[in-house]
């Protein structure tokens, strides 16, 4: 695919883009056939994308966004601590939307999670979380050993292992490229998955792929300087091997976080439960859901939020991530919330019994 070929959401080729489109439908697998669908999920996974009004973003409680848990409330934080627990009007709201979903959906099979979450306004707002989250999968990062491994994790940063890397990859599912190396494999409902900085490079990055150069100072990367996004869908979902296997031997986690950039929902504002935009979802072998769990917003342009759960063993057969409420391509204003993913970190594959 050619450079030209990113340039999806470009008005002046709708055919073109349609005729991709259902390609790419035609040719996309769901891992997991019986996901339970939150409401609107489905709705918006291939909502198609509008005409850039040039809204101006309503800059929602700029001085709010900061960590929303302390580096103490992280530690030995499972479910019901994080119902509880609430720091502030985001927190608790988060915690009642938390609550709600945590009754509906915990399978009480399942174990109890640890969970990780923070947001803010640096990269140094989420770290501790993030590091934490890796202590508690385990060390070391395995990089593209080939299992199986009895510990450690592995951890993908979409940045091609060096930050000068500013290539823009073409949108592809199922997307392959950590297959073979680190046992993960991701597709969406979308025409695909692409790498991206938020702007720059050879391609232009997330400006020129989705055709709206807002998205320059949108977005902001965790690890530099690759961003990770479907394209016409807001939905990724993950599904894990054995690495060495070439996608051969299916395989379960005992945890997974990603980090996302510029998640603005909920905001602090509006009547409890206040829904957020971005989700991930939890499913065991049988695709039976584990856990649910919006993901905390710091409103603002370009902020960063993490979320990852480690359970006490592997159980995690694939994870639904919604990110943002609207599929890539308008401007993130107050009617569409557009949200990009960075690293992805989870648990040494382990065999399935
Ligand atoms: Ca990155
Ligand atoms: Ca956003």
New binding site residues.
């Given amino acids: 695919m050619g450079a030209s070929s990113y340039r999806l959401l470009d008005a002046a080729n709708p055919n073109t883009i349609d005729r991709f489109y259902s390609a790419a439908r035609r040719r996309s697998k769901k891992t997991a056939p019986s996901w339970r669908v939150s409401d609107g999920l489905s709705a918006l996974a291939h909502e198609p994308a509008k005409t850039f009004a040039g809204k101006t973003k309503q800059k929602a409680n700029h001085n709010q966004a900061k960590p929303m848990y302390t580096k103490q409330s992280l530690t030995n934080m499972h479910i019901r601590s994080t119902v509880i627990a609430s720091f502030g009007l985001l927190s608790a709201l988060l915690a009642v939307s938390n609550a709600a979903q945590a009754q509906d959906i915990l399978d009480r099979d399942a174990g109890t999670p640890i969970v990780f979450q923070a947001a803010g306004t640096t990269p140094e707002s989420i770290q501790s979380s993030v590091d934490a989250f890796r202590a508690a999968l385990g060390i070391p990062n395995n990089g593209n050993n080939p299992g199986p491994l009895s510990h450690g994790r592995r951890e993908i940063?979409?940045?091609g292992g060096n930050p000068n890397i500013l290539d823009t990859t073409a949108p592809v599912t199922p997307f392959n490229v950590f297959l073979n190396t680190r046992g993960s494999q991701f597709t969406t409902p979308g025409i695909g998955l692409s790498q991206a900085p938020p702007s720059g490079g050879p391609q232009g990055g997330l400006a020129v792929l989705f055709s709206n150069p807002t998205y320059a100072k949108t977005f902001r990367?965790?690890?530099?300087?690759?961003?990770f996004t479907p394209v016409r869908s807001n939905i990724t979902n993950a599904s894990f091997f054995i690495p060495g296997t070439n996608g051969t031997v299916p395989a379960v986690v005992r945890g997974f976080g990603a980090v996302f950039t510029d998640v603005d929902l909920p905001d602090g504002k509006g009547p409890a439960p206040h829904k957020g935009s971005t989700l991930i979802e939890y499913l065991d072998k049988d695709s039976r859901v584990l856990f649910t769990s919006f993901v905390p917003a710091s409103p603002g342009d370009g902020n960063l939020s993490f979320f990852g759960i480690v359970f006490g063993d592997a159980r995690i057969g694939a994870v639904r991530i919604q990110s943002g409420d609207t599929a890539p391509g308008p401007n993130d204003d107050k009617n569409h919330d557009i949200v990009m993913m960075?690293?992805f970190i989870y648990g040494e594959p382990q065999l399935i019994k």
């Fill in positions: 940063n979409w940045d990367t965790f690890s530099p300087s690759r961003l960075d690293d």
